[in-house]
């Protein structure tokens, strides 16, 4: 069992449910954070970066040929210990291609791709109908609480039938996962602090112990290689 702050913290849940892979929101909220504890980052990708992906793309075919900004961008991404994780990598390639099409995607906030699948699973619109209210035949108090039970127990079917409907499209429920450890990793790996550092600076506050199991458990189940130790002073943003 990974190690948690004394002190509560709301979890982390982008969808009640999840397709065959789970770990694609994880993966997005990896993303998201990165950008939002490193704003220099986040510049830097629609600026330069975005701007040698043009120039590159525009000498280019095809893919393949974007193989000399591919060397540039892990180059970049190097910078903040991100150029070992294929699938970082990959994403936030795919996302300069994005930015490409849509200029306006990312114009104050990196947003992730949490639906990779491309198609959304909805259940039936919630429809509830009850009895009219006899004026003259009955009190308010009493008819309030029929209504309330009848619409308790309406919107318990709607969500079985949800749960049903996952269940045969394959979707699973979704984990619950501190937000904190996502910007812990990302402090550690990124911005190059120690585990003590991030306990201490944080809130909730949590002991160096218990940040460097965090986010060594996070890394691991999200393939995202970690270096032994940080190296250097913190990096700026």
């Known amino acids: ?100 099409q849509f200029p306006e995607l990312f114009k104050d906030e990196y947003r992730a791709d949490r639906n990779r699948a491309g198609w959304l699973v909805t259940s039936e619109p919630f429809r509830f109908e009850f009895r009219g209210f006899e004026l003259n035949g009955e009190s308010r108090e009493k008819y309030q609480v029929q209504l309330e039970q009848h619409l308790k127990a309406a919107i318990e079917q709607h969500f079985t039938k949800a749960q049903q409907l996952a269940a045969e499209r394959g979707l699973k429920v979704a984990k619950d996962r501190d937000p904190v450890h996502f910007k812990w990793l990302i402090q550690y790996l990124c911005r190059n602090w120690t585990y003590k550092d991030i306990g201490s600076k944080g809130r909730p506050r949590a002991t160096a112990d218990a940040v460097r199991k965090a986010i060594r458990r996070l890394a691991e189940e999200l393939a995202i290689p970690l270096p032994e130790a940080p190296k250097g002073r913190p990096r700026g943003s």
């Not at 998201?32 to 830097?44: G, R």
């Not at 892990?74 to 936030?92: H, M, N, S, T």
Request: hydrophobic letters at 40%.
């Open 1 to 100: 069992m990974h190690a948690r702050s004394t002190e509560k913290v709301a979890s982390f849940r982008g969808a009640e449910y999840v397709e065959n892979n789970e770990l694609q929101e994880w993966q997005a909220e990896v993303l998201e954070t990165f950008f939002k504890e490193c704003p220099k980052a986040f510049e830097e990708f629609k600026g330069h970066v975005f701007q040698e992906f043009l120039d590159l793309k525009s000498l280019a075919d095809n893919w393949p040929d974007l193989q000399p900004f591919r060397d540039v961008f892990l180059k970049w991404l190097r910078r903040y210990r991100f150029d070992q994780c294929e699938w970082i990598v990959d994403a936030l390639l795919d996302s300069l291609g994005d930015l490409d």
